[in-house]
Antibody, heavy 119, light 106 residues
Framework: QITLKESGPTLVKPTQTLTLTCTFS??????????VGWIRQPPGKALEWLALIYWNDDKRYSPSLKSRLTITKDTSKNQVVLTMTNMDPVDTATYYC???????????WGQGTLVTVSS | DIQMTQSPSTLSASVGDRVTITCRASQSISSWLAWYQQKPGKAPKLLIYKASSLESGVPSRFSGSGSGTEFTLTISSLQPDDFATYYCQQYNSYFTFGPGTKVDIK
C-alpha cells in the first residue's frame, strides 16, 4: 500500500524559505521509472505542478518557478524535500506530494498541507 | 510552455446523465494526457492516463479519448459520487494542469 504525507510549516513570512518534506511508504525511490512530484493548489484555484525527482536523481522544475525551487531525495529515509525561496503571499496554497508511476502520471497523492504566507 | 484549457468551466447535470468535458492543448501532446477527479478538501485522484487508459479501480463509466490537441472525458451515466471537479493534465513536456471543470447537481 502506497502512502505519502507532507509535513512542514503552516505559516511562513514573506521572503522566507519554505521547506516541505514528503515521507512515503509502500515503494522505493530507487525503483526504475518511479518519481515523486510536488503540486500545489491555491485556495479555490487550479492545480499547479512544481517539481519532480526521478529514481535516478534526475530533476525537473516548473519553468516559471525554477529559480526558486530545489528538490532532493533521501532514499534511505523514504523522503523527498522541496525548498522554495523568497515566499510571497501568492504562494499561499495546499502543497501536495505525489507518486509518479511508470505511466508518468501521479497515481498516489498525499493529503496535502496548507501553507499560508503572511507577515 | 504548453497551455491547457477546459470547457465548460462548470457543468450542471443530473444523476444518470451522459457528461462530456473537453480539454485542449496549445500544441500537440500526442496522447500524453491524464484526467483527475478532485472532491472538496481532498487530493486529486487519477482516472485516465495516456488519453484513454483507465486507471486500475476506476469505474468503467469513465472514458477518455482524443489525441494531438483535443481530448474528452466522458462519464456515461453520472452517479452521485461523480459530482466533483475534473482536471486534465498534459505530460508531453513537463506537466501542466487545465483550469478544471466543476460538475455540480442540476
Amino acid at each position: 500500500q502506497i502512502t505519502l504525507k507532507e509535513s512542514g510549516p503552516t505559516l511562513v513570512k514573506p521572503t522566507q524559505t519554505l521547506t516541505l518534506t514528503c515521507t512515503f511508504s509502500g515503494f522505493s525511490l530507487s525503483t526504475s521509472g518511479v518519481g515523486v512530484g510536488w503540486i500545489r493548489q491555491p485556495p479555490g484555484k487550479a492545480l499547479e505542478w512544481l517539481a519532480l525527482i526521478y529514481w535516478n536523481d534526475d530533476k525537473r522544475y516548473s519553468p516559471s518557478l525554477k529559480s526558486r525551487l530545489t528538490i532532493t531525495k533521501d532514499t534511505s529515509k523514504n523522503q523527498v524535500v522541496l525548498t522554495m525561496t523568497n515566499m510571497d503571499p501568492v504562494d499561499t496554497a495546499t502543497y501536495y506530494c505525489a507518486h509518479m508511476s511508470s505511466t508518468s502520471c501521479y497515481n498516489y497523492w498525499g493529503q496535502g498541507t496548507l501553507v499560508t504566507v503572511s507577515s | 510552455d504548453i497551455q491547457m484549457t477546459q470547457s465548460p468551466s462548470t457543468l450542471s447535470a443530473s444523476v444518470g446523465d451522459r457528461v462530456t468535458i473537453t480539454c485542449r492543448a496549445s500544441q500537440s501532446i500526442s496522447s500524453w494526457l491524464a484526467w483527475y477527479q478532485q472532491k472538496p478538501g481532498k487530493a486529486p485522484k487519477l482516472l485516465i492516463y495516456k488519453a484513454s487508459s483507465l486507471e486500475s479501480g476506476v469505474p468503467s463509466r469513465f472514458s477518455g479519448s482524443g489525441s494531438g490537441t483535443e481530448f474528452t472525458l466522458t462519464i456515461s451515466s453520472l452517479q452521485p459520487d461523480d459530482f466533483a471537479t475534473y482536471y486534465c493534465q498534459q505530460y508531453n513536456s513537463y506537466f501542466t494542469f487545465g483550469p478544471g471543470t466543476k460538475v455540480d447537481i442540476k
